[in-house]
């Protein structure tokens, strides 16, 4: 059997040319790859930087306040000359309001996402979706506006007692705020559970609604989970409706006709005053923004295990 | 099985009555917007006068206008995308093309997607705390800049990341048989292609910082100023707070001129979303995949 | 200089080789692609590898440029000698390997750039300083599409047919000048005039460059190469090599009774 052999040095350029990396490259291409990896641990950066504002401050806080005090005081009078510091009555009115926006974002943001997963013809998609996106980039100066300026207006005509600064009216503007958030996530888990699961059903004589209703919603039901929590994280976070409209006093009720001040309200509150930077006045708006952040990043990352099980399941 | 005809009939009525309420709670977020843009225009359209785009705030609505706010909001954009885009776009290419699947690129990602649903106002006082006191920068444009450009990071790294992932393998495995390292292969095929992607995420990043209030309050932007900013040190001022300020203000005729102001800031934000669907179309039309 | 073991069977007399494959296994995580393959692929000239889908063949071919270096899981052992060197030894550069073994793809896959822009990547990616100008034409007139784009250098590379855009290709890659032109199926994608073209390329470019195409389509293997591998999987899915030899005694004179039922149509 005669073998071949590896040809003897060609007569190319390329001759004797080993095939290593020259360190050049290797050097050019870390020169490179080194300012991304940095931009990347700007976001690092980020989580550190309000991490650690965040901590300073309230830890300063709660040297002069203690936290027993914080969560049980019924009263909120930190910019009185008799302070008290309880966040109960901000975090009533965030509840308050949010609680508001969800009843009315949560059914309405359903059924839109229903009707746009199940029902929708591809011309109504065209008209619908644009326009809950525009929805959805309004911003919200804009809505505190239409709350202040139309909305409660409308209120004081049904129920007369409505006060010019109430919760309701940012509740509701709130609500519609958030419903593009609640559609379209909706939509997308509503999409995601597969064909065969609704020709199983439609294969079994099931009309429109019942397939809707009965199999596709629970089929999505973590996903649509999910966007209801998200939804509520962005409802608590929210700031410029309920400053304009739901206004700056801070009282501990339940009534929806009447002004409150929600966390973040107090925080502009605070801002766009001539508070002394230092001082325990100052102090309080980390405080509350401390418990603002705890309260979102749970909520956020109890949707996103929600989600993450919900794909599981589907993918 | 034989199911009574009166039993379907009513499945059925059921089942329309259903989606007539589906397409009612549709036509609600139709009709709020329709409302909305129309009570807008009815109070806005008639102080919307050249007068009011050239003139500063007053204390007598007829004199005021929004000249400060319009020129610090363009301050504080251009500002914005000077930090926040190469950055994001940066930090996009690396987490997508260049990060080894490993712990660290894991924390990263968690770590955006949790930035991305931190409350804006909170930004604002990290903003605070680190750009005006810390590093002592004052109430000024660029403290208000950097805080929004922390903002808006998330939006354009995960939009980058998007562009970047739809591009198909088919590409990126022609560059790399033709000998191109793996720089190259990102920034002579891979971002070219997936630039209307990123062109997206830069704009809705920009959009939200043209929107944005509370932040910007935190970190001390005044809700009066008759002044021009002239270097990014000074103080400023943005439509969104100008807006605010007057909506905040008991008389009517300074809730019209709000509404004014707001028919210019939707203006605004129109353009640049129409920019940027035109910038994306035609950079699609040269793709053409 | 390496001396070499036999191949599994060699009618190579003393011809020069482009590569010497050595004992390959690839594994994909926990799957083995390949196993134990060692061959001999000679210079100038066009070797095919064929046998039926799943067998291995790409995985093999992807193996001689280091392409499967791209996939996380991917692992190899044994050698692959390309003029003497085992391209998997530590410290060879894969970048310069893909530069001068070149490779064009199952479905054509210009960049979504102009026609002079697709040609001129390879050269400018790799440092290239003389005139670009000369290189596309060069390049173009070897594939056999420079009068077809000579007038419309600067359109979109995407507004060409699919055959023209995989000579395109073609001509992309051998810009670089390289040694050696890897094909995966190159005609898979096209219709039955533009695969006549490519194959009458073919034929043109073994005079300064070797080939090595991946095909399922057994009369062109038997019309176009000069020498065939044949590849079979097994049970286990595992690529192996069954038979090497000239195209012409391979296919009328095949030794193994697994070519001979495979060249019969009795399975694949």
Known sequence: ?315 | MRVPGSVMARRRAIGRAFELLCLAATSVGILVLIVLLVDIARRGLPTLTWDFLTNYPSRFPEQAGIRAALVGSLWLVGLTALFAVPTGIAAGVWLEEYARRGWLSRVIEVNIANLAGVPSIIYGLLGLGVFVRALQFDRSVLSGALTMALLVLPIIIINTREALRAVPGSLRDAAYALGATRSQVVWGVVLPAALPGVLTGIILALSRAIGETAPLITIGALTFIAFLPRSPLDPFTVLPIQIFNWVSRPQPAFHQLAASGIIVLLLVLLSLNALAIYLRDRARRSMQW | MVSLQPAVDASLGGSPLAFAIRALNLWYGRFQALRDITLDVPARRITALIGPSGCGKSSLLRCLNRMNDLIPEARISGQVLFEGTDIYAPGVDPVEVRRRIGMVFQKPNPFPKSIYDNVAFGPRVNGYRGSLDEIVERALRQAALWDEVKDKLQQNALTLSGGQQQRLCIARALAVEPEVLLMDEPCSALDPIATYRIEGLMAELKRDYTIVIVTHNMQQASRVSDYTAFMLAGEDRTGELIEFGETRSFFTNPRDKRSEDYITGRFG
């Open chain 1, 1 to 315: 059997m005669a073998r071949g052999t590896i040809v003897a040095p060609r007569e190319r350029a390329t001759r004797g040319r080993s095939l290593r990396p020259p360190l050049g490259r290797r050097v050019r291409e870390w020169l490179i790859e080194a300012p991304l990896a940095l931009a990347a641990l700007v976001s690092i950066g980020t989580t550190v930087g309000i991490i650690g504002v965040l901590v300073f401050e309230t830890y300063e806080f709660f040297q002069v306040v203690p936290l027993w005090q914080f969560l049980t005081d019924t009263q909120w009078t930190p910019l009185f000359s008799e302070k008290h510091f309880g966040i109960i009555v901000l975090l009533s009115a965030t509840v308050l309001t949010t609680v508001g926006a969800i009843a009315v974002a949560l059914p309405l943001g359903l059924l839109v996402a229903i009707y746009l997963a199940e029902y929708a013809s591809p011309a109504a998609r065209r008209i619908i979706k644009p326009v809950l996106e525009i929805l959805a980039g309004i911003p919200t100066v804009v809505y505190g506006y239409f709350a202040l300026l139309f909305v409660t207006p409308i209120l004081q005509a049904i129920l007369p007692q409505t006060a010019v600064f109430n919760g309701a009216s940012a509740a509701i503007v709130m609500g519609i705020m958030i419903l593009p958030m609640i559609s379209s996530m909706g939509e997308d888990a509503l999409a995601a559970v597969p064909r065969e699961l609704r020709e199983g059903a439609y294969a079994l004589g099931a009309t429109r609604f019942e397939v809707a209703t009965q199999v596709v919603v629970p089929a999505a039901s973590s996903g649509l989970m999910a966007a209801c929590i998200l939804a509520v994280s962005r409802a608590i976070g929210e700031t410029m409706i309920v400053t304009i409209a739901a206004g700056q006093s801070p009282t501990l009720t339940l009534n929806p006709l009447v002004p409150i001040e929600t966390m973040t309200a107090y925080i502009v509150q605070v801002s766009l005053g001539d508070t002394p930077y230092g001082s325990l006045e100052y102090k309080t708006i980390f405080a509350v923004g401390t418990t603002l952040f705890l309260l979102t990043l749970l909520l956020n990352i109890a949707s996103q295990w929600l989600l993450a099980r919900f794909r599981e399941v589907y993918q």
